[in-house]
């Protein structure tokens, strides 16, 4: 039986449509993956993400021993930052990817995605170097609160001053009278943040978002528009577009290895040689010229053979062009590189472009 977040009933009076999403019984969408999508583009939208894992480092070490298992740097973070960070296995390839919360040199967190909580927490256990973690994910649900209008809505749930909280910065504080870890992070390009906070706590914070946010033209928002918006983003999806089997230089996310940190990183030695050496191949974004919608699986084709595979794609309801990621080889990773898609046995000529799809100012 699937497990339920602590919203289960409160998806289901809003009519979300459930499903089982890597074991959880989750809303795909409650109206339409497009009205949420742009809700949250133009307005402000609301999801559930309380199946994702929290698991924590506290106690004198805490900072060392996490940031040893980690690719970012914890120690040039300031006490009340985030970083988004891998874990990766000895191949240099994803056991997952995370966001690390400093909370102070002696207590870290660490979010996981849902899919890999138990994984991942077996694999901090076997290879924590002093400190030993604590899976935390019962103490925790979240509410990420994202688009135009979201620090607006927030702000007026609460005493904190959100405006001083930056980027990949957090705080803690009462968001409608609900002690919360406010995080100005997110996953679908727009402004906004992760509320964390107790499970008995999360109906009534869901309630109050959604009362006070009517003015704004919140909506509740399921999987699929969470999807098409980070899609549109080129922000990774672990199973589809980073695994264990692909290396985060050729995931171009090389920029959250500090291959040079103090205690290195499992896997860093494997980095630092590939990129010494150049990768083969690269995760890149393209649009489809010809019709159809690239989908997870997809042959991509270079004069008929082929060359690589599409790991996600979608009909950006923002850009409005049917849009995908995929690894190609290195020589075919250059804006305006064409290929063909393989849709239903029919090639489909696409072109490599910049990314994100959706440019944001």
């Known amino acids: 039986m699937a497990r339920r977040t602590p919203l289960n009933e409160a998806h289901r009076r809003l009519g979300g449509k459930m499903v089982d999403f890597v074991g959880w019984d989750m809303p795909v969408q409650y109206t339409s993956v497009i009205a949420e999508h742009e809700a949250v583009r133009n307005a402000v939208g609301l999801f559930d993400v309380s199946h994702m894992g929290e698991i924590e480092f506290s106690g004198p070490g805490a900072l060392e021993t996490a940031n040893k298992l980690i690719t970012n740097d914890l120690s040039k973070c300031a006490d009340g930052q985030a970083v988004y960070a891998g874990l990766l296995n000895e191949q240099g390839g994803f056991v997952d990817d995370v966001v690390a919360y400093r909370f102070s040199p ?128 080129k922000f990774a999806l672990y199973g589809n577009d980073i695994d264990d089997h692909h290396t985060a230089l050729e995931a171009g996310l090389g920029w959250i290895c500090k291959l040079d940190k103090a205690g290195g990183f499992i896997g860093r030695d494997v980095l630092a040689k590939q990129k010494a050496e150049g990768v083969k191949r690269k995760l890149v974004g393209f649009e489809l010229t010809g019709s159809g919608i690239p989908r997870h699986g997809y042959p991509i084709l270079k004069d008929g053979q082929r060359v690589g595979e599409v790991t996600s794609g979608t009909m950006g309801p923002s850009v409005k062009k049917p849009i995908g990621i995929g690894y190609v080889p290195t020589e075919l990773a250059a804006e305006g590189s064409t290929f063909d898609v393989e849709i239903r046995g029919r090639p489909v000529s696409a072109v490599v472009v910049k990314t994100p799809f959706l440019k944001k100012s």
Do not use: H
């Open 106 to 233: 002696e207590r870290i967190l660490i979010v996981v995605n849902a899919s890999n909580k138990d994984k991942d927490f077996a694999w901090m256990q076997a290879r924590a170097e002093g400190v030993k973690p604590v899976d935390r994910s019962d103490d925790y649900a979240q509410i990420a609160v994202q688009g135009p209008k979201a620090v607006g809505l927030v702000q007026r749930l609460t005493s904190v001053d959100v405006s001083k909280v930056g980027t990949y910065r957090f705080t803690e504080g009462q968001v409608a009278g609900v002690q919360c870890l406010i995080s100005r992070t997110g996953y679908t390009g727009e402004d906004g943040f992760e509320l964390y906070c107790a499970p008995g706590d999360a109906e009534k914070l869901w309630e109050a978002l959604l009362k006070e946010g009517q003015q704004d033209g919140v909506k509740a928002c399921g999987l699929g528009a969470r999807d098409s918006l980070r899609t549109e983003m």
